[in-house]
């Protein structure tokens, strides 16, 4: 099987928590892999632990935020490998604060990180897909993007400004075959909720995340999901 058949997908924070589980479960399907984040030792760790797992991955460095940066990572790949049918941008920052407290360079920063980011990413590979007339450009998002929760004001304002940004990407493109998804977890069973001594039946495995944006991309040519939300279980109510 080339790869063209097998399909190459890029894994935007490919060394992060979600984005090692992300980059293994579509690696594992078939998928050759390259992994995009701006620490190269992180990202030389995550590639060896999907090598040792049978995976063909690579990686490169780049400043999501950093337009020029972004283009020019996506151009050494998409020179490698013009099977490139699948981005995944699972880069991002998440902070606490309250909607009257958000410092002024926080709001800059955190928009700057959950949707520039993906701006700069979809201007970078959006016109590779498009020309090939498909694939599949995934962004994850947050259950916090829908509102309503206390202590996130600046980072549920960006993810709900992210759910705005994918749609308006998606009118533009889905008549040239390209499809846009919006995967939005509820917290994920990542190294930080672990140390915050939350109850782990209340958190999301990661793999089921990995196993959305598997779902999303895996549908027939055509068809797309638009957003996939996924809730964890709220804590016990006492009765
Ligand atoms: N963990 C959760 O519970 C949870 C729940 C819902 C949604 N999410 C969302 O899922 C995404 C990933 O979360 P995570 O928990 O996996 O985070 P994480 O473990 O902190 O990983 C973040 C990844 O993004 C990369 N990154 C950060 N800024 C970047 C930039 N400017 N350019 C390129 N790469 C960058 C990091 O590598 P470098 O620092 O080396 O660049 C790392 O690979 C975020 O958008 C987050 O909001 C997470």
Not at 191 to 210: F, N, W
Request: glycine share 8%; no cysteine; net charge neutral.
């Amino acid at each position: 099987m080339d790869a063209r058949e097998r399909g190459y997908a890029v894994v935007v924070g490919g060394s992060g928590d979600l984005g090692r589980a992300i980059a293994l479960r579509l690696g594992t399907d078939g998928r050759r892999i390259t992994l995009l984040a701006r620490d190269e030792e992180r990202l030389r760790a995550a590639v060896e632990g999907l090598r040792a797992a049978g995976v063909d991955a690579s990686h490169q460095v780049a400043d999501a935020t950093d337009r020029a940066s972004v283009l020019a990572a996506f151009e050494t790949a998409a020179k490698d490998a013009p099977a490139l049918d699948l981005v995944v941008h699972a880069a991002g920052l998440m902070a606490t604060d309250f909607a009257m407290r958000a410092a002024p360079e926080r709001w800059a920063k955190m928009l700057d990180a959950n949707l520039v980011s993906v701006a700069n990413v979809a201007a970078a590979v959006v016109p590779h897909l498009r020309r090939a007339g498909r694939g599949t450009f995934v962004a994850i998002g947050s259950t916090a993007g829908h509102g309503g929760h206390p202590g996130l004001a600046s980072y549920a304002a960006s993810k709900a400004a992210l759910r705005s940004y994918l749609a308006t990407l998606q009118a533009e493109v889905l008549r040239h075959g390209v499809r846009v998804t919006l995967v939005s977890p509820d917290a994920v069973r990542s190294a930080a909720h672990q140390r915050s001594g939350r109850d782990p039946k209340t958190l999301i495995p990661e793999s089921e995340v990995a196993a959305a944006v598997a779902f999303a991309a895996g549908l027939a040519e055509g068809v797309r999901i638009a957003e996939i939300v996924l809730e964890s279980p709220p804590p016990a109510a006492k009765e």
